[in-house]
């Protein structure tokens, strides 16, 4: 069973060598006999997620997950195929989606998370995105937090990644003008091109980002979905409009320092009376089906243009995660480890 296990508490930025690939010939691949409530996993498909960065410090204050366990494998999001079961709710060869192990192939004693996967005409990965924890993100973010109307100026930050492409796409489809940051110019010419951004730009490349807002919004903004903080936020603060909304979703420019950046421009918060909400998708799993009633039409029909960053095999999985602080995914960042 090969697995990539997590060496030792992180500090600053996560390296490749904080995780190590093993594997053990030794484990064995059957559920325990007088236990019931388990199940045994093929695992085929694992996310990499912003998030995890937080559960590899010792304790992050506040944290709503528990950290990793040196010596331990990785766990977060994933797509599995039952191999075994004591649990009633699953069989055998059911597909399941939920909190797994990186490995090839899992004993799951807690099965909390674990929700049976209905629609398989739909690419089993998009469990991991689009049909899992992206996907509600963006959904509870922007029709809940933000509020839109028809014609409103929306702003998201990290945008040709996994959230930001749905809440682009999902602001378009409320009739909005939508811009959208990235750090790279093949992001920027995917969010104009396949995601349908009215405009992007390359954060990396702008001297100053309050200039910057002002090109793209000489009105203001009334809706910014923040995912990354820092700089970004302050610059946004002075360009918002007068009842703006800022749904709080992530802050990944903040997550490997030691001391995050303060912010200086709150103080718009009162002049232009904008509401700032932060939320955690583990508050929201009731939009589920809400989510699923919207997105599963747009993806049969291709009305939505979902983008997927594939690496194959646990071997390029430390890789994988590590490059969401650098930028390196483009789209939704998805490890395959098996296709059934
Ligand atoms: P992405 O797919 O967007 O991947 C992360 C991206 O962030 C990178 O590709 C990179 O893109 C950008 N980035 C990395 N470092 C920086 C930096 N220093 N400054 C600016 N941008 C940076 O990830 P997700 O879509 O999965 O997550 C987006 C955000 O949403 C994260 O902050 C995450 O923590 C948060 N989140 C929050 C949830 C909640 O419950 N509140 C649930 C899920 C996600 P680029 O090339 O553009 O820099």
């Not at 004591?86 to 807690?110: Q, R």
Request: hydrophobic share 40%.
């Amino acid at each position: 069973n090969k697995q990539v296990i997590f060496k030792d508490y992180v500090n600053g930025y996560p390296k490749e060598s904080d995780m190590v690939v093993t594997s053990d010939a030794t484990v064995r691949l059957e559920l325990p006999k007088n236990e019931d409530g388990q199940v045994l996993l093929k695992n085929l498909y694992l996310s990499c997620d912003p998030y995890m960065r937080g559960r590899m410090s010792k304790r992050l204050e506040g944290s709503y997950t528990p950290p990793f366990t040196p010596g331990l494998p990785i766990s977060g999001y994933g797509v599995a195929r039952v191999l075994d079961s004591t649990h009633p709710k699953f069989n055998k060869g059911d597909l399941v989606s939920g909190i797994t192990n990186w490995e090839e192939y899992s004993l799951i004693m807690n099965t909390e998370s674990l929700i049976k996967v209905q629609q398989t005409d739909i690419s089993l990965s998009y469990y991991t995105g689009i049909l899992g924890m992206a996907g509600v993100t963006a959904y509870a973010g922007f029709y809940e937090i933000c509020a839109p109307k028809k014609g409103d100026t929306v702003f998201v930050s990290a945008a040709s990644g996994a959230v930001g492409q749905l809440v682009g796409q999902f602001a378009k489809l409320s009739g909005c003008y939508v811009v959208g940051s990235a750090g790279t110019k093949e992001k920027v010419d995917l969010l104009k091109n396949d995601f349908g951004f009215d405009e992007a730009f390359n954060y990396k490349e702008e001297q100053d980002l309050n200039i910057a807002l002002k090109r793209y919004f000489p009105d203001g903004i009334d809706i910014y979905f923040e995912n990354v903080g820092g700089k970004m936020l302050d610059a946004v603060l002075c360009n918002m409009r007068v009842h703006g909304r800022i749904a709080v979703c992530g802050m990944i420019s903040q997550y490997n320092l030691n001391r995050p950046e303060g912010i200086n421009n709150l103080m718009f918060l009162i002049l232009k009376r904008i509401k700032m909400e932060g939320f955690l998708v583990v508050d929201y799993h009731h939009l589920y089906p809400k989510l699923f009633e919207m997105v599963l039409p747009l993806i049969r029909e291709g009305k939505i243009t979902y983008v997927e960053d594939t690496v194959e095999g646990l071997d390029n999985a430390p890789a994988a995660l590590v490059g969401l602080f650098s930028g390196k995914n483009v789209g939704k960042q998805v490890v395959a480890i098996a296709r059934e």
